[in-house]
């Protein structure tokens, strides 16, 4: 996406979606890219749905209903006849799009002259969130414009069937997203964690090694209804034993290993080895 209309619609439109920084966008927006669509009403489903699949494959975009581009690059403001119910819309779709597809239908009725030649208009938009731990998304279904089991991609302002170097693209962004380490915390933050899971696993534990007759004496006199007042039989016996569940590197040997390794790391780097 154009990092400038990116930045722009994500940060002032999505962290809050109102209708006065939608207006702002579209006072900003450099007209239809690979992530920004404009049509004057709803499109049929088929069309729809390979948009849509293309933006997700793409790092996701928008699809803006109730606005005209013109030849000239200029918009018409032109809003919508009605605004359609999201659950409608999700429907008519949901067989030709993969339930993995994040997106997320807004609607903005604007109700008072303050808005200027955005009055009494309606606009729908779809945002198509980026999702590249799910790539690839693929069509499910056939209908008018749309193939079955398809990977479509943008190109300019056409959603397009991907080549072989697009489809691998595509694979290489998802391999790289799952294997990144998105924590960024500090060694210092990753070492308190690894102590505080350490602590939770006892070393020794307290194990049953005779089991005495005190217990079994109990009972049987609180049969008969007697009391008892005093100590009988001989106790139960534990002993502490090493924890089988416990690492069988403990935190200080996982530490000193670390520097070891280090060092060694530094050596290499200074060819002193």
């Known amino acids: 996406m154009n990092p400038q209309i990116k930045d722009h619609f994500y940060d002032d439109f999505l962290k809050e979606p109102t209708k006065d920084n939608f207006q702002k966008f579209m006072r900003n927006s450099c007209g239809e890219l690979n992530d920004v669509d404009f049509k004057e009403e ?7 749905a390979k948009i849509m699949l293309a933006m997700g494959n793409n790092g996701g975009g928008i699809v803006v209903f109730g606005i005209k581009e013109n030849e000239d690059n200029l918009f018409t403001i032109s809003g919508l006849d009605t605004i359609k119910d999201t659950a409608d819309i999700s429907n008519s779709i949901a ?7 994040d ?14 030649i955005y009055e009494n208009k309606k606009f729908q938009i779809i945002v198509i969130h980026d999702t590249p731990e799910r790539l690839p998304f693929v069509s499910l279904g056939q209908s008018d414009k749309i193939e079955k089991d398809v990977i479509y991609v943008r190109r300019g302002t056409k959603s397009v069937r991907a080549s072989s170097e697009e489809i691998q693209r595509i694979i290489e962004r998802k391999i790289a997203t799952i294997y990144s380490d998105k924590t960024n915390i500090s060694l210092d933050e990753h070492l308190i964690q690894l102590r505080k899971l350490y602590d939770e696993l006892p070393q020794k534990i307290r194990v049953l090694v005779r089991k005495g007759t005190r217990a079994h004496f109990m009972t049987l006199l609180e049969t008969f209804g007697e009391r008892v007042g005093s100590v009988y039989g001989t106790p139960d016996e534990y002993e502490e ?9 403990d935190y200080e040997a996982f530490i000193l290993r670390m520097i070891n390794a280090k060092k060694l790391k530094i050596e290499k780097i200074l060819d002193v080895k």
């Open 103 to 116: 997106y997320e239908i807004l609607s903005f009725l604007y109700d008072s002259s303050v808005y200027g």
């Open 42 to 48: 709803w499109i049929e489903k088929g069309p729809l």
């Open 95 to 101: 067989k030709l799009v993969s339930p993995s597809l």
């Open 241 to 249: 034993q090493d924890n089988p569940n416990y690492p069988d590197e």
